[in-house]
Nanobody
């Protein structure tokens, strides 16, 4: 059974930093496009950052220059470094794995990030 296990969420003050990790198992990690999504209360889930199987990345405009997505194929892990956090970054963050060769798509269980004053 495929598993995506997120870690690194928590409470942080505005301007602070956090790093999320997502460890994948039972997939050929290097053949998957990986992404971090978030969902705030009352809002739709949105793509925050994505990194393709070839290593190219993209970001939603609101996090450009503050967040960095990276991947370590040897560790089957994708990361999201979040700097200069703002209260509007508060949400549940989800890891996503999407195969680049099939319509397979997997989600992690989510991790809460709360940015509070």
């Amino acid at each position: 059974q495929v598993q995506l296990v997120e870690s690194g969420g928590g409470l942080v003050q505005p301007g602070g930093s956090l790093r999320l990790s997502c460890a994948a198992s039972r997939i050929t990690f290097s053949r998957y496009n990986m992404g971090w999504y978030r969902q705030a209360p009352g809002k739709q889930r949105e793509l925050v950052a994505g990194i393709s199987s070839s290593g190219s990345s993209n970001y939603v405009d609101s996090v450009k220059g503050r967040f960095t997505i990276s991947r370590d194929n040897a560790k089957n892990t994708v990361y999201l470094q979040m700097n200069s956090l703002k209260p509007e970054d508060t949400a549940v963050y989800y890891c996503n794995a999407r195969a680049d060769f099939a319509s397979w798509n997997y989600w992690g269980q989510g991790t809460q990030i709360t940015v509070y004053s």
